[in-house]
């Protein structure tokens, strides 16, 4: 007998078990469980059942799952949050994740049902998780208040983890004024006007999104070098800067639509404007399981992809944009920087 077989296939028997871990964290959250469990002393899983409305067999098991995940400690007094659940698991706290939790667990789930359809397909599976198909997938998303409030609180928590990085992958000092296509909640803007005190920042969006901003405001401080513009990037006018930044926007669209995308921002850069994208770049080999199961994400619900250097290099060198620089973050995102000669 090889021993190969003698021995566990403990790789496969964890990824057997993942979406078992990933239902815990999400409905642990969706209940706000760590909420209750924030500046407090060990509490008792039938106290928590009492608070959140749950059954106390149901909680203890959750509870128990969690701390033997790590999100929780246990001892004989009860459960606690450790400390990386209190700043990323509460709903409230500055990098908290919840926002991108609650759409992994109410959009992504669904969709990922239908990864079988869209790998046999190689389409997007909106119709049948929700059983309808709009034009594009923010038709989808923004149809609802409530799906478009979800949809922004990910983005917003995803974006704000990952925007010191992007806004200092490359010094942008020598930039006046960026316009952030897609710039969503302007998570990414606030940071680049913190780090570069010359810098104004134009976040451009679709109007449902823009008309929405305001909640996700940080307090007051360095508010005014961001302006919030509504439109679309692929029949509007765009907004007129030195830098133009497309962070997770390009992995949303097709070659097709992303030449329509580029071609209009090449036709208002000056020489010597630039583009930033901030994206999870493939390395060429392939192995980076992150960025290739956010690959398959696209799938299930967009036109888009994840893209190689190379490929975002052929795309961007088509519009006469040159130059083309790649820092690995080592956060979510990557980062290129290009210019137009
Ligand atoms: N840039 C943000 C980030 O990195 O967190 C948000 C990325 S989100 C995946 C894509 C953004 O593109 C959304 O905010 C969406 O509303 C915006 N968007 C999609 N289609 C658009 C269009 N036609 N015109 C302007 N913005 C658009």
Redesign the pocket.
Known sequence: VPESATKLPSKILELMDGFRASKALFVASKLKMFDHLKNKGPVKAVDIANEVGTSVCGTERLLDACAALGLLEKTPQGYSNTDSTNTYLTSDGEYSLHGYIIHSNDHLWPLFTYLESAVKEGSRQNHRAFGKKAE???KD??HSQEVKQR??AA??S??HL?ARD?ATAFDLSRFKSAC??????G??AHELVQIYPNLKVTV???P??IANTSYFQPPAQHTARVTFV???????NLPEADLY?????L??WSDEKIHVLLSKISAVCKPGCEILL?EMVLDDEKKRSTALLQSLNMLVQTEGKERSGSEYRALLQQHGFTNVKIRVTGNL?DVILCIKT
């Open positions: 594009d997938l923010f998303y923004y949809f922004m983005m917003h995803i974006a990952t992007v952030d296509l897609g710039g969503c909640t998570a990414l451009f969006d679709l449902e999104v509504s439109g679309d990037f692929f029949k509007d930044i497309l962070s997770r926007v992995h949303d901030a995102l």
